[in-house]
């Protein structure tokens, strides 16, 4: 399987108040020269805001049905939120490197 490269050009807030991101295809050639270092091609990726970002992907209970949630199995009763699976699909973009303005402690001396 093959992962991606997405780099993000700006984000807006359309009717309704949906959040719309235009997102542009990119290259792992990009993304390695922004991160400073070699990407793992198996995994997707986003430049976004000038820092590389990897795709982090879990399950969980369903927050739809939660109430009926099952301690054992980590699941709800089901709903049509999450097709009656009692679990949810979630996403986000984690960085690949937290990035401080403060420099670096510097080493004692001796």
């Known amino acids: 399987m ?9 984000t807006t807030i359309g009717k309704g108040g ?3 991101h235009d997102d542009r ?8 020269r922004v991160a400073g270092c070699k990407l793992d091609h198996r995994r997707n990726y986003a430049i976004i805001d000038g820092q590389v970002f990897e795709s982090a992907t879990w399950s969980q ?10 301690s054992e199995t980590a699941r709800g009763f089901g709903c049509d939120e999450c097709g009656y699976t009692g ?8 960085p690949l490197c937290i990035t401080t303005t403060d420099p670096p402690p510097s080493k004692p001396a001796g």
């Open 18 to 20: 949906v959040i719309e």
């Open 25 to 32: 295809p990119s290259t792992f050639e990009k993304a390695e």
């Open 61 to 70: 209970a369903c927050s739809g049905c939660y109430e009926g949630y099952n």
């Open 2 to 10: 093959a992962g991606s490269v997405i780099e993000r050009l700006g």
């Open 87 to 94: 679990r949810r699909r979630n996403g986000a973009w984690v």
